[in-house]
């Protein structure tokens, strides 16, 4: 929310200004600085979801921001979103309410059109710019899906991954975190481990960059706007460009995230039933 006081007298500036202060925390929202001239860039983040974002410790996706704020001539501002608790480790809960009603220009990291269909048409995505899946560890595991397998796949439970290990007959090892099938497969007690790729941003170990997930193990990651802003067209040119996709690229590496381009088939509902 970016609300210009410079235009107000003094006084009512500074009653203004504590007004603001007091509602942007109630509502866990940024304030903006005075009008400088330059158009403002709002993007919404989850203020507790590295490595994509975290409240003082920077992510992925500000660092995306940044980069899209600069292209786009524009100083980014952002508007912090109190912590959502997560169902699915390979969706996404985020509270695309601030985007609804204008309190930001665009959110990113949004894994398709499921994760905002509730908004009925209201919400538009952008072109895929990467793509995130489940990825296999250890780095020079053998382990896929469409050839024989001898030994255990450790995976965290009740996910996608979970389901598809079960569906193709694959022994597996239920954990309760990525953290967990890490060291289940350092320990020896699983020969395999399939992790959800952002994960591994946060863990000290390498997975298989050959490893090819099925389709529905995978997602296509967009920018999410409001159907009516301006700036639809303008991002969509700019994420069609060899350069943003390089510079995407190049901050993936940065915050050890697996670097997956934007994939020709991803997971679908049907998919999910027909496991």
């Known amino acids: 929310m970016s609300i210009n006081t410079a235009t107000l007298p003094r006084a009512m500036r500074t009653a203004t200004g504590v007004a603001v202060a007091l509602l942007a925390a109630a509502w866990g929202l940024a304030v903006a600085e005075p009008a400088t001239g330059t158009a403002e860039l709002r993007v919404c983040f989850p203020e507790n979801d590295p490595p994509r974002s975290k409240r003082g410790g920077g992510g992925f996706d500000i660092d995306v921001a940044g980069y899209l704020a600069t292209q786009l001539g524009r100083q980014l501002l952002i508007v912090w979103l109190p912590e959502e608790a997560q169902t699915d480790i390979e969706s996404t809960d985020a509270d695309y309410r601030p985007l609804l009603r204008g309190q930001c220009d665009l959110q990113l990291s949004v894994p398709g059109t499921q994760a905002v269909k509730r908004y009925r048409g209201w919400l538009v995505l952008s072109e895929p710019y990467y793509g995130?899946?489940?990825?296999?560890?250890?780095a020079?595991?053998?382990?896929?899906?469409?050839?024989?397998?001898d030994g255990t796949v450790a995976v965290r439970a009740n996910t996608v991954a979970h389901l598809a290990l079960n569906a193709a007959n694959i022994g597996w090892s239920?954990?309760?975190s990525s953290a967990g099938i890490v060291r289940t497969v350092a320990d020896g007690a699983a020969a395999a481990g399939l992790v959800w790729g952002?994960?591994?941003?946060?863990?000290?170990?390498?997975?298989?960059?050959?490893?090819?997930?099925?389709?529905?193990?995978?997602?296509n990651l967009h920018v999410a706007f409001h159907k009516d802003n301006p700036l639809v067209g303008e991002v969509n040119r700019l994420v069609a460009t060899a350069d943003f996709r390089d510079h995407v690229a190049k901050l993936l590496l940065k915050h050890r995230i697996p670097v997956r381009g934007p994939f020709e088939s991803v997971h679908t509902p049907a998919d999910l039933l027909a496991l």
């Not at 995130?132 to 250890?138: L, M």
């Not at 863990?203 to 389709?215: E, K, Q, R, Y």
Request: proline share 14%; net charge negative; glycine share 2%.
């Open 132 to 138: 995130a899946g489940f990825e296999v560890i250890p």
């Open 140 to 149: 020079d595991s053998p382990f896929e899906f469409d050839a024989p397998f």
């Open 174 to 176: 239920q954990q309760s």
């Open 198 to 219: 952002p994960d591994l941003a946060l863990l000290d170990t390498d997975h298989n960059p050959d490893f090819a997930a099925p389709a529905v193990l995978r997602w």
